[in-house]
């Protein structure tokens, strides 16, 4: 059993930065692909961006192409998305997940999620 905790979000202003962290326990990290997706109010949940176990593949929606990146660090059990120019349309809670070993956008493919972190980007 994997247990993710997010942790990052905040409130930012738009054109700021934050960057979400996400640590894992309890399994063997690096043998699973990792996704941060979010879900806004009335919105269905999307991936934002994907990575594989071996940091080879990413993934990244259109919507964020260019603003954000993903990375992991399989010594620290974490895995991390760096947003920036950050917009209103971003305001969301971002939740990251364990699942396949390929990054993947589909959240079935994903077993694990963390419980999300609030993400609000102001006007």
């Known amino acids: 059993q994997v247990q993710l905790v997010e942790s990052g979000g905040g409130l930012v202003q738009t054109g700021g930065s934050l960057r979400l962290s996400c640590a894992a326990s309890g399994g063997t990290f690096s043998s699973y692909g990792m996704g941060w997706f979010r879900q806004a109010p009335g919105k269905e949940r999307e991936c934002v961006a994907a990575i594989s176990r071996n940091s080879g593949n990413t993934y990244f929606a259109d919507s964020v192409k260019g603003r954000f990146t993903i990375s992991r660090d399989n010594d620290k059990n974490t895995v991390y998305l760096q947003m920036n120019s950050l917009k209103p349309e971003d305001t969301a809670v971002y939740y990251c997940?364990?699942?396949?070993?390929?990054?993947?956008?589909?959240?079935?493919?994903?077993?694990?999620w963390g419980q999300g972190t609030q993400v609000t980007v102001s006007s």
């Open positions: 997940a364990a699942g396949v070993t390929y990054a993947v956008p589909l959240p079935l493919k994903y077993d694990y």
